[in-house]
């Protein structure tokens, strides 16, 4: 009897340890159990020791995406279910798909998706497959953003594309309990005719841009010499026209300086004269008519010298400076 005693004791004792093992849940850091008593949701397990009641108390499994390595090399994507919810950024990878674009092109594209797990319980209650939800809605949103642009918008505006599509999903996966945090376009391959006509259309714009820039070049080479040409003829006419006004005003200034001087000298003159009581106007006229014949005979070989019918008149100014001379 008190054998029996002790073994039922035992085994209560046993099962209350083992009760009291199963009671205590130690969740790690950034990760969270959501629990459910008798099916209903009860409370949500965070990092550290949590105390649960085994058997009425039951966390809830959710679907998780994996990506393994194939056979062949590849990678494969799992579904598998798990208690423990992973709040951190989470990335998935999906494979090419096929896109055709607003002018008809059939492009391959692949996405990378940043996402993070905010509401678990939003997580676990509000959709039934979260992974696979969100994949399929990428997807779809992406078909969708492509099909509104042209090939050419499609390959240079990838910075315009991810910040639609992060907008878009993180819209539609609010009621999940998700932030998406952004998107990456990875690939966009067009077909090899579309790559083979897009290369010619480069380099024929290369050659274009080639061509117009060395015309620019010549253009503005021709510019640069004709402006220089410009430049240098006035440059070189306002030497000139300095030069004539210097050479204008040193003759001016010549000028001035022999009338001075004969001014001078015809008041020298006209002085002396006066005081000899002749006449200076004689004086000088006849010095003036002197000098004019020398001038008619000079750098002539023959010896005849023609004299004008008026000479008569200037012969007497001579007389006069003779007589001027005379009297000295």
């Known amino acids: 009897m008190e054998m029996g005693i002790i073994i039922i004791a035992g085994a209560i004792a046993l099962f209350v340890l083992i009760f009291a093992i199963a009671g205590f849940k130690i969740v790690q850091q950034s990760e969270v159990i959501v629990l459910e008593r008798l099916g209903k949701y ?6 550290g020791i949590n105390i649960i009641w085994p058997i009425i108390d039951k966390p809830r499994e959710i679907m998780w995406r994996y990506v393994v390595e194939g056979r062949d090399g590849g990678k494969e994507i799992r579904f598998k279910n798990k208690v423990r919810i992973d709040l951190r950024e989470t990335v998935y990878d999906f494979p090419r798909q096929n896109v055709i674009t607003k002018d008809n092109v059939n492009v391959q594209i692949n996405a990378l998706l940043y996402f993070q797990i905010m509401d678990p319980v939003r997580a676990m209650y509000e959709i039934e497959n979260l992974p696979d939800a969100i994949e399929k809605l990428t997807q779809t949103t992406l078909r969708n953003v492509i099909g509104e642009l042209e090939l050419d918008e499609s390959l240079s ?15 539609a996966t609010n009621k999940w309990g998700v932030k998406v945090n952004r998107v990456e376009l990875q690939d966009i391959n067009p077909p090899e005719d579309i790559k083979a006509a897009m290369e010619k259309q480069m380099r024929a714009e290369r050659d274009r ?70 006449d200076p106007v004689n004086y000088l006229i006849a010095t003036k008519y002197i000098e004019t014949l020398k001038e008619m005979v000079s750098g002539q070989e023959s010896k005849t010298v023609y004299i004008p019918f008026e000479a008569t008149g200037v012969l007497s100014s001579l007389g006069g400076i003779k007589e001027m001379l005379s009297q000295k």
């Open 209 to 278: 841009r080639a061509a117009v820039l060395e015309a620019e070049g010549q253009k503005r080479s021709k510019i640069l010499e004709a402006e220089g040409f410009k430049e240098s003829a006035i440059k070189k006419a306002e030497g000139e026209k300095q030069s004539e006004i210097l050479k204008a005003e040193g003759r001016a200034q010549a000028r001035i300086k022999i009338a001075d001087a004969e001014a001078e000298a015809i008041r020298l003159v006209s002085q002396a004269i006066t005081t000899k009581n002749g």
């Open 42 to 47: 009860s409370r949500t397990l965070t990092s």
């Open 157 to 171: 505006s990838r910075d315009t594309i991810n910040t639609k599509l992060r907008t878009i999903l993180d819209d």
